[in-house]
Structures are given as structure tokens and as C-alpha cells.
Nanobody
Framework: QVQLLESGGGSVQAGGSLRLSCEVSGYIDNSYFLAWFRQVPGKEREAVAAIDDYGKSNYTDSLKGRFTISKDNAKNTLYLQMGSLKPEDTATYFC?????????????????WGRGTQVTVSS
């Protein structure tokens, strides 16, 4: 069993930055991927970024250059550094974990999810 707990969300003005954290507990081995997704009410949950145990990352093309995914294995924590934020980045951001994933940006590949943290960007 894997538990995920997000933090770091909040309200920020357009152009600002936030760093989200996801504390990972439970058994994680080197077959696991960790990822960030986001969701706006009434819309499907969309991938933001994913990272494997070796540090290889994937990003949604439209977010490349503004968002950076990273992790600290010693702290069992996943991060999402978000910069140059736009009002359209407003969403609930979720942390996810899954094992032996073929498509890291596919939400259906992930078994474990956190409860999410809200990010609101005002213009």
C-alpha cells in the first residue's frame, strides 16, 4: 500500500511561482513512477509531469519550461516547481504513484492517488 499526501498549494498572482510537495509513504521500489496530474471541475484529470525511479521525466508539452518535476528519494518526497503561473493553471493538483507503467502520462496507469491540493492563480 502506498499513501500520498500533497501540500504547497495556495493562491498566487499571475506570473508567480509555487512549489508543490507530495510525501510518499509505504513500499516504493524502482519499478514505480510518480506523477502530477491536475483537474478543473467538469473537466478530465490531465497529466502535468511524471518521473521514474531513475529521474527520467515526462511533461505535457504545453507546460514544458514552466513546470519542473523532481524528487528527493532520501525524503520520500516528490516536488512540482511551477513558474510563470497563469490563471489557466488554476486546478486541483494530484500526486499519483504506479508500478511498471507503460504510458507515464496516462492517468489510468496509476493505482495510488493523493487527495489533491488547490492552486489558484489570479490575474
Amino acid at each position: 500500500q502506498v499513501q500520498l499526501l500533497e501540500s504547497g498549494g495556495g493562491s498566487v498572482q499571475a506570473g508567480g511561482s509555487l512549489r508543490l510537495s507530495c510525501e510518499v509513504s509505504g513500499y516504493i521500489d524502482n519499478s514505480y513512477f510518480l506523477a502530477w496530474f491536475r483537474q478543473v471541475p467538469g473537466k478530465e484529470r490531465e497529466a502535468v509531469a511524471a518521473i521514474d525511479d531513475y529521474g527520467k521525466s515526462n511533461y505535457t508539452d504545453s507546460l514544458k519550461g514552466r513546470f519542473t518535476i523532481s524528487k528527493d528519494n532520501a525524503k520520500n518526497t516528490l516536488y512540482l516547481q511551477m513558474g510563470s503561473l497563469k490563471p489557466e493553471d488554476t486546478a486541483t493538483y494530484f500526486c499519483a504513484a504506479g508500478r511498471s507503467i507503460g504510458s507515464p502520462m496516462d492517468r489510468y496507469e496509476y493505482k495510488y492517488w493523493g487527495r489533491g491540493t488547490q492552486v489558484t492563480v489570479s490575474s
